[in-house]
Structures are given as C-alpha cells and as structure tokens.
C-alpha cells in the first residue's frame, strides 16, 4: 500500500478501477507527500504528484519543491519525478480512465511547472558543449511537447546554444536547416505520420545543410509505445532519456572530423 490516497501501482498500468477509486478520493483530500529517503524517488512520491496535478498549480509545485528541499537533484525531479507521472496520465488518458480536459489541466500543470523550475534548474549550466548548436523540431502545426521542452532544457544546461522554431510544414524545416548551421538535430516523434515525413525529409535536410557531418537523433513519447516503428529512419541515435541524449550526441558531435562554422578563420579557410 502506497502512502496516502488508494495505491496505484507506477510501475504497471493499473486497472480502472483502481484508476478511478483513486481519482474520485483525490479529489477530496488533501496530497500526501512522503518523507524523501536518501534523495531517492519512490512510487508514493509519484503518486503524490499525480494527484497534486489533478488538484492545482500550487499544489503541483509545492510537492516538487518539498522533494527538492529534501536532497533530491533537480535532475531527478526532471527525469524520475514529472517525466514518469506525464507518461502515466498520458496512459490513462489514452486508456479513456481520464477525460481530455481533466488530461489536459494536468499537463498544463505540469508544463507550467517546468518553466518555474527552468531558471533553478539553468543556474548550475556548464560549457561541456562549447557552445555547440542544435535545432529541435516537433510534430508540424502544433504547440512544443512537454518533452522537448525537457530535452532542450538539459541540453542548454550542458552548454549547446538550442533552437525550437515552431514549423508549419517539412519545407519550413528544410529551409532552416539549410539556411543555418547547426551541429545537431534533435526530433521528438510524438505521432506515426512524423515518422513518413522525416523519412522523406532526412536526407534532404542532409543534402542541403551547410554541415557535411550533420548529426540527427530522435526520441519522443512514439517511442514508448512503438519503438520499432523508428527502424530504417536514418538517424545517428535513438533515445528515450534526455541526460543520455544530451551526453550521446556530445560524444557524436565531438568526434566529427571537420571544421565548425565558428572555428573557421581566415588562415584556414585560404
């Protein structure tokens, strides 16, 4: 039994039942947010979140920042805290436990929290990248995900100078790509029709990059339901884990044998 409300069990998809015991008793008790143990994460401390996300904004922020006082790393909160309660509600939502408005205030919630989290979680940013650039792009004609806001994040922590232009279609990409330089890009699959489009799109992009050498990894919510649907896409690296994908394409870009746009000089280029 998990501390507080009616246990669900995190690691599993639970039954509806279940689900829905939990949901109709959160709704009239207050969060139940265990103690932190040696900064480590456990199921209460998700469900605790989970519930707080159905509640309000305040309370949203108020279990993170208790887990954090605690001697939990900001990393932790990121990757073991807001990433895994996302994916449950995205479950349940998916399974028709939760309605698209009660989904949707939820993530809300949870989005909003990782832009207050943003400066505490950028104050400790390194140079590991060296001011390596990178261009992130999502699903055409729709808002950033939850997702690639949290990989951008990690990866400006690191160092790399990051660009998400919101893309209206593969052409507004091409013509990005083509018109800057970048080191990497990063695509977040989030539905199956991305897949055919950047299927097509990927060895244009390759073709028409100033960057001979141009990395491209992917990674997004598609993946955890279809992971094999990404086979043949002509990428460098496949991830599901922001911290890995950020130290996965360093070692990428870094062993490139070719000159940076921004280490050309007038003795090198002549």
């Known amino acids: 039994m998990l501390y507080g409300n009616p246990a669900i069990n995190l690691e599993r998809t639970s039954s509806a039942h279940d689900v829905g015991r939990f949901l109709v008793?959160?709704?009239?008790?207050?969060?139940?947010?265990?103690v932190v143990h040696a900064g480590k994460l456990q199921p209460g401390h998700l469900q605790a979140l989970v519930h707080a996300s159905m509640l309000g904004q305040s309370q949203t922020s108020l279990v993170v920042h208790q887990w954090m006082a605690s001697g939990v790393d900001i990393e932790d909160v990121y990757l073991e805290g807001i990433t895994p309660v996302a994916r449950l509600l995205g479950q349940w939502w998916c399974d028709d436990v939760i309605d698209f408005a009660?989904?949707?205030?939820?993530?809300?919630?949870?989005?909003?929290?990782?832009?207050?989290?943003?400066?505490?979680f950028l104050m400790d940013a390194c140079d590991h990248a060296r001011g390596l650039t990178c261009f992130m792009v999502g699903e055409f004609q729709?808002?950033?995900?939850?997702?690639?806001?949290?990989?951008?994040?990690?990866?400006?922590?690191?160092?790399?100078q990051v660009r998400a232009d919101e893309c209206e279609t593969g052409d507004d990409l091409l013509r990005t790509m083509s018109s800057d330089w970048f080191d990497l890009m990063a695509?977040?699959?989030?539905?199956?029709?991305?897949?055919a489009t950047?299927?097509?799109?990927?060895?244009?992009?390759?073709?028409?990059?100033?960057?001979?050498?141009l990395k491209i990894i992917a990674g997004g919510a598609l993946l955890d339901v279809c992971p094999e649907i990404v086979t043949g896409l002509g990428v460098e690296?496949?991830?599901q884990d922001a911290r890995a994908a950020q130290k996965s394409a360093l070692e990428?870009?870094?062993?490139?044998?070719?000159i940076r746009k921004s280490d050309l000089t007038l003795s090198n280029v002549n």
């Open 237 to 239: 690296l496949i991830t």
């Open 142 to 160: 729709a808002q950033h995900t939850m997702g690639m806001f949290m990989l951008s994040e990690f990866f400006r922590r690191n160092g790399w």
């Open 25 to 34: 008793k959160s709704m009239y008790s207050s969060v139940k947010n265990p």
């Open 252 to 258: 990428l870009v870094s062993t490139r044998p070719y």
């Open 102 to 120: 009660t989904a949707t205030l939820a993530f809300t919630r949870l989005r909003q929290l990782l832009f207050e989290l943003s400066p505490l």
């Open 198 to 213: 950047m299927r097509r799109l990927i060895p244009l992009i390759r073709k028409a990059s100033p960057n001979p050498q």
């Open 187 to 195: 695509i977040s699959l989030s539905c199956e029709r991305q897949v």
